[in-house]
């Protein structure tokens, strides 16, 4: 079945520091890509997303660019602040459109971002 | 800004208990969904909802689980007779549109408590 692996965290950040958060995905044909964000005391919220190959979601400064070749989807910016401090989930739905809203997360990493 | 909110935001129950668990989904969206997340694990998906009726559900989610949309607002979470590893984090979701086409909004979860 469908599987997402995270980098492992927690990460801690300096402010302005450059962020990566790894991401691998395992499913059949052309899933779509997720990055979600829960800040605290919030439910998730969507960061960026990308439904096909080379496609590029960005928000808020960050990036990630939906790599068929190596089934990645990886998390970067590149001056953090104080406030992007959150867990990050990777996410997929799988592909042919029969399982609308069904996500596989992955596990999750905590950013912690200092002054 | 439209927001997806759950109640009660934490329950303590004992053993073999039903609990409701209870979600207001943003009004116009068509979807809706649980998801749940024991402490230090994965967000897994349990139940799609649409056009009052289940599109999809886990192997998590068995005879237990039953969902609801009784009065065209709310959408409802039962859990018949809970058990310890019921224990975990339950959010629910909604959306416009499928996940890959539109984004899940979800709500800052409910915390429940087996003992």
């Known amino acids: 079945g469908d599987s997402v692996t995270q980098m492992e965290g927690p990460v801690t950040l300096s402010e302005e520091a450059f962020l990566t958060i790894n991401c691998t995905y395992t499913?059949?044909?052309?899933?779509?890509l997720f990055w979600y964000v829960q800040y605290p005391g919030e439910g998730l919220q969507l960061l960026l997303k990308?439904?096909?190959?080379?496609d590029k979601g960005s928000n808020k400064g960050f990036e990630a660019t939906y790599r068929k070749e190596t089934t990645s989807f990886h998390l970067e910016k590149g001056s953090v602040q104080v406030s992007d401090s959150a867990v990050y989930f990777c996410a997929l739905e799988g592909a042919g459109g029969t399982s609308y809203g069904k996500l596989t997360f992955g596990q999750g990493t905590i950013l912690t971002v200092h002054p | 800004e439209p927001e997806v909110t759950q109640t009660p935001s934490h329950q303590v129950t004992q053993m073999g208990q039903e609990v409701i668990l209870r979600c207001v989904p943003i009004?116009?969206?068509?979807?809706f969904y649980w998801y749940r997340q024991i402490l230090g694990q994965k967000v897994e998906f349990l139940v799609s909802f649409y056009n009052n009726e289940i599109s999809e559900k886990s192997e998590i989610f068995d005879d237990q689980f039953s969902v609801e949309r009784p009065d065209g607002s709310n959408f409802t979470l039962k859990i018949r007779s809970t058990k310890l590893e019921d224990s975990a984090m339950y959010f629910c979701?909604?959306?416009?549109?499928?996940?890959?086409?539109?984004?899940?909004?979800f709500g800052e979860g409910s915390r429940l408590t087996v003992l």
């Open positions: 990308a439904t096909k190959a080379d």
């Open positions: 499913a059949t044909g052309y899933p779509s």
């Open positions: 979701a909604s959306s416009a549109q499928g996940a890959n086409t539109g984004e899940l909004f």
């Open positions: 009004s116009n969206h068509l979807y």
